[in-house]
């Protein structure tokens, strides 16, 4: 039998909370998690750690929750390639690390859901992910940019979000209607 530390648990269990069901992916995300705080990492109440995510699965609630990492505070970049990557940047200590997928059968598909979770949460990281130090050259900081109204739908759109045609500014869903 497969045996699962407190740590982990209690840190699955947080993450259920956010995301709402137990699932592989969102173990995926808690090992990813534990080994960022395992490491010189704290929760982030601000923009002192960032997170690049590579893909949008279960995995990202898990690193939401469990770092203070989260699309509203900026600190969680999404570029869309599909990937089990996850970098993260520490702007106190200047520290940075990347956690990629193995190639492995990381998940044992054969094996029951409950059993592939309880797998993956006992797990080394480090028998899952590869895992290296990477150059600290962190996204920049949010920033915040006032509204301006689109002029064919009425919305306040971010200025730096608004597109000209015909003589029009306009958000970027009336900007692809009118093209």
Do not use: W
């Given at each position: 039998?497969v045996s699962?530390n407190?740590?982990?648990?209690k ?16 173990a ?6 534990k080994y ?6 704290e929760?982030?109440?601000d923009e ?6 590579e ?14 990492t989260?699309?509203g ?10 990937k ?22 990381f998940g044992?598909?054969d ?7 309880k ?8 028998d899952?992910?590869?895992?290296e130090?990477?150059q600290?050259?962190?996204p ?23 597109k ?6 306009v958000?970027?869903p009336?900007?692809?209607?009118l093209?």
């Amino acid at each position: 039998m497969v045996s699962i530390n407190l740590e982990a648990k209690k840190l699955m269990d947080q993450a259920v909370k956010f995301h709402g069901h137990t699932c592989p992916g969102l173990a995926i995300g808690v090992l990813v998690s534990k080994y960022i705080l395992e490491h010189d990492n704290e929760f982030s109440i601000d923009e002192e750690l960032v997170a690049v995510v590579e893909n949008d699965n279960c995995s990202v609630d898990a690193i939401q929750a469990l770092l203070g990492t989260t699309f509203g505070k900026g600190n969680l970049i999404h570029l869309d390639y599909g990937k089990n990557n996850y970098s993260f940047y520490n702007r106190t200590n200047k520290k940075a690390v990347k956690l990629s997928f193995k190639t492995i059968n990381f998940g044992d598909r054969d094996l029951p859901r409950e059993d592939r979770i309880k797998k993956l949460l006992s797990s080394r990281p480090e028998d899952i992910f590869k895992i290296e130090n990477i150059q600290f050259d962190p996204p920049s900081m949010a920033q915040i940019h006032e509204s301006v109204i689109c002029e064919n739908c009425g919305d306040p759109t971010m200025s730096t979000r608004i597109k000209e045609i015909k003589g029009k500014k306009v958000c970027m869903p009336c900007y692809e209607k009118l093209m």
